[in-house]
């Protein structure tokens, strides 16, 4: 199956600091996914993208879809504490006579933010 | 507040238990879909229901058996489980299975305890 390369697996940053975070695969995909999970919750959607090139904000939140379809970076500015938690990217694939599986998803970046 | 509602959130059973997780989404959503995730994995796929349908299992052991009873209902029964099945069961939906613009939208999961 396909496979997400993603980056750094754990960070640890002083609030304040912007972070930058990616996902790589040797598959191309139609679409991709920025999560967030915090412990004891399921991943909640940050970003979605839909085209390659696609340049996405969330309030602190960017996101970017690659230009080969093969990656994607995420990136917070100006970090807070509540930022804490494991960022999961995630990319779909649609078949040519339609459907997909369910998403794929990368191993996650554990976000730690020092005080 | 998630949009797509797990029950219950914490379960025990002993292995010769029968017990079911729930759960229900209200968006009118037509996929829904099971993961299971251990701590500090990313989720990975279980079942797909597309339009009540069950349209894909990925292998999953019969002991889960998946059932959607209706669009807004998807249930996993659990019989004569094993204690590595202890993980965080989440639930899914998103608008349909086959366009590349529809997210999925998570659960809070269950947090299930294989004794």
């Known amino acids: 199956g396909q496979q997400l390369n993603q980056s750094p697996q754990s960070m640890f940053i002083q609030e304040g600091e912007d972070v930058s975070m990616n996902c790589t695969s040797s598959s191309i995909f139609n679409t991709w996914l920025w999560y967030k999970q915090d412990p004891g919750e399921g991943p909640v959607l940050l970003i979605a993208?839909?085209?390659?090139?696609e340049l996405t904000s969330n309030g602190r939140l960017t996101a970017q879809f690659g230009i080969t379809r093969k990656d994607s970076f995420l990136n917070i500015s100006a970090s807070i504490p509540s930022d804490v938690g494991i960022y999961f990217c995630?990319?779909?694939?649609?078949?040519?006579?339609?459907?997909?599986?369910?998403?794929?998803f990368g191993k996650g970046t554990h976000l730690i933010i020092q005080p | 507040d998630t949009e797509v509602t797990q029950t219950p959130k914490h379960l025990v059973m002993g292995m010769t238990n029968k017990k079911s997780l729930k759960c229900e989404q209200h968006?009118?959503?037509?996929?829904m879909y099971w993961y299971k995730q251990k701590a500090k994995k990313p989720p990975e796929l279980m079942f797909v229901y597309s339009y009540e349908k069950l349209s894909i299992n990925e292998s999953v052991p019969s002991r889960f058996s998946p059932e959607c009873p209706n669009s807004s209902l998807l249930n996993l029964h659990l019989h004569a489980l094993q204690p590595e099945d202890s993980a965080l069961y989440l639930c899914a939906s998103s608008q349909t299975p086959d366009t590349y613009n529809s997210p999925l939208h998570f659960g809070n999961g269950t947090r299930l305890t294989v004794t």
């Open positions: 995630a990319g779909l694939i649609m078949y040519s006579g339609g459907g997909a599986d369910g998403l794929t």
């Open positions: 993208l839909y085209k390659a090139g």
């Open positions: 968006m009118g959503h037509r996929a």
